[in-house]
């Protein structure tokens, strides 16, 4: 859904996800796509989703840096920077809940 005016930047998408939009591997998605993957998968690591379990702060760090579009407001950069800072608290080993 558009969120600003409708432009090559915004626009609306209506149309299902088929076997024809199939790309095989991560690697021949489009940019924004791989951006996007790498962007979701740093927000599951963040909640501790269990999917996540096969899934490191490494592979979304390379998978976001893997965009070579310009990134020309910085923003890309930035959510790397924080991936890159928030590594060592994602790669913690689990630890036992001092409540209990």
């Known amino acids: 859904i558009a969120t600003g005016p409708a432009d090559s930047r915004t626009a609306r998408l209506d149309r299902p996800v088929t076997a024809a939009d199939d790309v095989g ?3 021949n998605a489009p940019e ?4 996007a993957t790498a962007a ?11 999917a996540m379990r096969d899934l490191s702060c490494n592979d979304v760090i390379a998978l976001a840096q ?6 020309p407001d910085g923003r890309r950069a930035q959510l790397i920077a924080l991936m890159y800072r928030a590594q060592p608290l994602i ?8 409540g209990k």
Not at 40 to 50: H, I, K, M, Q, T
Not at 66 to 71: F, G, I, K, L, T
Request: glycine share 12%.
């Open 25 to 27: 591997t991560i690697d």
């Open 32 to 35: 924004i796509v791989r951006f």
């Open 40 to 50: 979701a998968g740093f927000g599951g690591l963040l909640r501790g989703d269990p």
């Open 66 to 71: 893997s965009v070579q579009e310009p990134d």
């Open 91 to 98: 790669d913690l080993p689990p630890h036992d809940d001092p």
